[in-house]
């Protein structure tokens, strides 16, 4: 099925917070979070995407963004929708928009364990760049950090 990659609206954020709940790797954020995200005039300035097939969203990711460096808070896409390429091309709309605002670096952390998005994070071409000591709670993990280097905007 063809889907296409766009911002996240309002109106998203009910079926965002339904594929977040349904996975348990993925952030749950309360609302207020994605509201925030979304807010043009918000102080930390974010990336909000979604992937959008035909019968609805499947999939979002949500960055910070403080160049030239930014930090991929979440990623998911609804089980269904997973191994078509939805969180590839939500990175690749994602990377697009970052190095034309002059970000060189996109960053994230991920728990030790989740190896599902380490296999993608990997194939993606993000590089190792250290680990957190016991960073996440309930259960406590360490936190794998992964870095991804943006090409410069010539622009
Ligand atoms: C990680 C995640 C976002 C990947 O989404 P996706 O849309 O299935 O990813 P893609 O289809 O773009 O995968 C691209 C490539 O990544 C790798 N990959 C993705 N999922 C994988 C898996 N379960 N096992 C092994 N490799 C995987 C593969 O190389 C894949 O290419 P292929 O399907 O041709 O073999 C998805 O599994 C997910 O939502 N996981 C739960 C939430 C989560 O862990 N988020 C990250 C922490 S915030």
């Given at each position: 099925m063809s889907f296409f990659v766009r911002a996240m609206r309002e109106s998203d954020i009910e079926r965002v917070m339904t594929i977040a709940a349904s996975l348990a790797e993925a952030p749950h954020w309360p609302r207020e979070a994605y509201i925030a995200a979304i807010a043009p005039d918000s102080t930390l300035r974010r990336v909000a995407l979604v992937a959008q097939f035909?019968?609805?969203v499947a999939g979002f990711v949500v960055?910070?963004?403080l160049a030239p460096q930014s930090e991929l808070e979440s990623i998911a896409v609804t089980s269904t929708a997973q191994r078509q390429g939805v969180a590839t091309a939500l990175l690749r709309e994602l990377t697009g928009e970052l190095s034309a605002s002059g970000v060189e670096e996109l960053l994230l952390e991920l728990r030790a364990s989740n190896a599902?998005?380490?296999d993608f994070y990997e194939q993606y071409g993000f590089m190792p760049a250290g680990r957190?000591?016991?960073y996440y709670q309930d259960p406590v993990e360490d936190a794998l950090l992964l870095r991804l280097n943006l090409p410069k905007n010539k622009s």
């Open positions: 035909a019968d609805g960055a910070s963004v599902r998005a380490a957190r000591r016991s």
